[in-house]
């Protein structure tokens, strides 16, 4: 298993997520030592979904506008659409994914998460994949779809749905992992 002691994760999700590709990811991150962050454009709790059904809520530990990229290593986007959809219009979420990218912070996103980086204007040039109801958003936003579990790209992860989701946990604590390693805090 990884070892993520002292790796900070911001976890950026609102009122609409799906709850496993939420929960499942952020247990994965506390097990292998990640410090988690809930981020939200909200204080509070944000309200999972189980597909269409409400599901669990979950703490908010800081909101957006009161956080910068360089204080975390990573960032995990977890899907649902109503999540993507809303974080996608969020100015403040948009910033903080730019600066993630351009300090080169590993993204590990699922789902419907890839249209947060789509509106972040992160895809051209990137090879991902998604739910497969977003693969023209990819497309059209200059980026390379491909229907597979996982697909790495440098510094990102991405997944299509929950069923994946051992897959992804697995991708994401390898990318933080060889991220922490090249940072030096091995």
């Not at 990573?74 to 994914?97: E, I, S, T, W, Y």
């Not at 299509?160 to 051992?166: C, E, F, M, T, V």
Request: glycine letters at 8%.
């Amino acid at each position: 298993m990884a070892d993520l002691y002292g790796f900070r994760v911001a976890v950026l999700a609102t009122d609409g997520f799906e709850e496993s590709e939420l929960t499942e990811p952020v247990q994965a991150l506390r097990d292998a030592g990640a410090e988690v962050t809930i981020v939200s454009p909200k204080s509070g709790e944000i309200q999972a979904f189980k597909h269409l059904d409400k599901g669990t809520t979950v703490r908010v530990d800081r909101q957006i506008e009161d956080v910068a990229a360089d204080e975390f290593d990573g960032v995990m986007l977890p899907g649902g659409a109503l999540n993507a959809d809303a974080m996608r219009a969020v100015p403040a979420v948009q910033r903080f994914l730019k600066s993630a990218q351009s300090l080169g912070r590993p993204i590990a996103a699922i789902c419907h998460a890839p249209w947060e980086l789509i509106s972040a204007g992160l895809v051209h040039g990137r090879t991902l994949t998604s739910y497969r109801t977003i693969k023209d958003d990819i497309a059209n936003a200059g980026g390379t779809w491909f229907d597979m579990e996982v697909v790495e790209d440098g510094n990102w992860v991405t997944s299509r749905q929950p069923g994946d989701l051992p897959a992804f946990n697995r991708a994401m604590l390898r990318l933080f992992a060889s991220s922490l390693a090249a940072a030096g805090h091995r």
